[in-house]
């Protein structure tokens, strides 16, 4: 099903780029920096929305389900990408959190601009992949993505929560969602290329979506990134200055456990908060579904009555 886009926000041609091949390079810059400056606005006008997403989100991951981005083209990238950053960042396994983009994986590195029109695929992929305990958040700038809108309609039938993230008012994508966010950017510097504000702002909500979820998810340790995967030098520092700020040891000290800790900082920090062997500690990380927060709390109830 074609629908028609010359009628949508983001399609418009912006008056204050209307010259814009006539200006500077600085002048270009400061209009492209001042149109960015007001999508984090149009965001924050949508926190209630992104907020009831969390939620519901949280409850399906809780139980056992896991979370799918959808899109095509720069959408579908953007969703890749958050996808991918979600296991090293919060020691997640990949399959928690997956993307999916139309014409595949290649498609991340080259555009198949016609993938996005291909609804069988769309409905397709998704029931492939999807059951009912799961979170699909379909990605459009436009809302009208063909490819998306079949498969968020797909997930509906296999009784999938549904989350819509579109950059214009009433689309066909929020009405098939059961949590619709909508963040009106308007018309970008160049007429149409949704690559531009509209792809930053669904940036700004992923970060917010997945980080949220992840903090409520106990991969947070006060603002620190405990889970998260020691897997180069950089990390491996990364994650001695994690044991280091979160127990107040020192650099020497905070090396030595997280080399017993196999470079798990989580376990680093439980051994010298609690003074338990590794293994203990692994087996109450997974009594409490690897939240990191409840095993804290666990343990401090445990060293008060012991």
């Given at each position: 099903?074609?629908?028609?886009?010359?009628?949508?926000?983001?399609?418009?041609?912006?008056?204050?780029?209307?010259?814009?091949?006539?200006?500077?390079?600085?002048?270009?810059?400061?209009?492209?920096?001042?149109?960015?400056?007001?999508?984090?606005?149009?965001?924050?006008?949508?926190?209630?929305d992104i907020e009831k997403a969390i939620q519901a989100i949280v409850a399906r991951?809780?139980?056992?389900?896991?979370?799918?981005?959808?899109?095509?083209?720069?959408?579908?990238?953007?969703?890749?990408?958050?996808?991918?950053?979600?296991?090293?960042?919060?020691?997640?396994?990949?399959?928690?959190?997956?993307?999916?983009?139309?014409?595949?994986?290649?498609?991340?590195?080259?555009?198949?601009?016609?993938?996005?029109?291909?609804?069988?695929?769309?409905?397709?992929?998704?029931?492939?992949?999807?059951?009912?305990?799961?979170?699909?958040?379909?990605?459009?700038?436009?809302?009208?993505?063909?490819?998306?809108?079949?498969?968020?309609?797909?997930?509906?039938?296999?009784?999938?929560?549904?989350?819509?993230?579109?950059?214009?008012?009433?689309?066909?994508?929020?009405?098939?969602?059961?949590?619709?966010?909508?963040?009106?950017?308007?018309?970008?510097?160049?007429?149409?290329?949704?690559?531009?504000?509209?792809?930053?702002?669904?940036?700004?909500?992923?970060?917010?979506?997945?980080?949220?979820?992840?903090?409520?998810?106990?991969?947070?340790?006060?603002?620190?990134?405990?889970?998260?995967?020691?897997?180069?030098?950089?990390?491996?520092?990364?994650?001695?200055?994690?044991?280091?700020?979160?127990?107040?040891?020192?650099?020497?000290?905070?090396?030595?456990?997280?080399?017993?800790?196999?470079?798990?900082?989580?376990?680093?920090?439980?051994?010298?908060?609690?003074?338990?062997?590794?293994?203990?500690?692994?087996?109450?990380?997974?009594?409490?579904?690897?939240?990191?927060?409840?095993?804290?709390?666990?343990?401090?109830?445990?060293?008060?009555?012991?």
């Amino acid at each position: 099903m074609q629908h028609d886009t010359s009628t949508l926000l983001t399609e418009q041609s912006n008056r204050r780029s209307a010259n814009l091949d006539k200006l500077s390079t600085q002048e270009i810059l400061r209009l492209i920096n001042e149109e960015d400056q007001t999508v984090a606005v149009q965001v924050q006008s949508v926190l209630p929305d992104i907020e009831k997403a969390i939620q519901a989100i949280v409850a399906r991951l809780e139980n056992g389900g896991k979370m799918y981005y959808i899109g095509a083209g720069s959408s579908g990238r953007i969703g890749m990408l958050d996808a991918a950053e979600c296991p090293p960042t919060f020691g997640v396994d990949p399959s928690m959190v997956s993307a999916i983009i139309a014409g595949g994986e290649q498609a991340m590195f080259q555009a198949v601009e016609d993938a996005e029109d291909q609804e069988q695929a769309g409905a397709a992929d998704v029931r492939a992949r999807l059951t009912s305990k799961d979170v699909l958040i379909g990605l459009s700038a436009s809302g009208q993505t063909p490819y998306v809108l079949s498969g968020l309609h797909e997930a509906s039938l296999l009784n999938v929560l549904t989350v819509s993230v579109s950059c214009n008012t009433g689309t066909s994508l929020s009405l098939l969602a059961d949590v619709p966010i909508e963040i009106p950017v308007g018309p970008e510097v160049i007429a149409g290329s949704t690559r531009l504000k509209a792809t930053t702002a669904q940036k700004m909500v992923l970060n917010m979506i997945s980080s949220t979820v992840m903090i409520h998810l106990g991969k947070v340790y006060r603002n620190l990134m405990v889970n998260v995967q020691a897997s180069n030098e950089k990390l491996r520092l990364r994650v001695v200055n994690i044991v280091m700020q979160a127990t107040g040891v020192d650099e020497e000290t905070a090396q030595a456990y997280c080399q017993q800790a196999g470079g798990d900082a989580r376990i680093a920090i439980l051994m010298i908060m609690f003074g338990l062997l590794p293994d203990e500690l692994a087996f109450r990380l997974r009594q409490n579904q690897e939240h990191f927060g409840k095993t804290v709390e666990q343990l401090y109830r445990w060293k008060q009555q012991s």
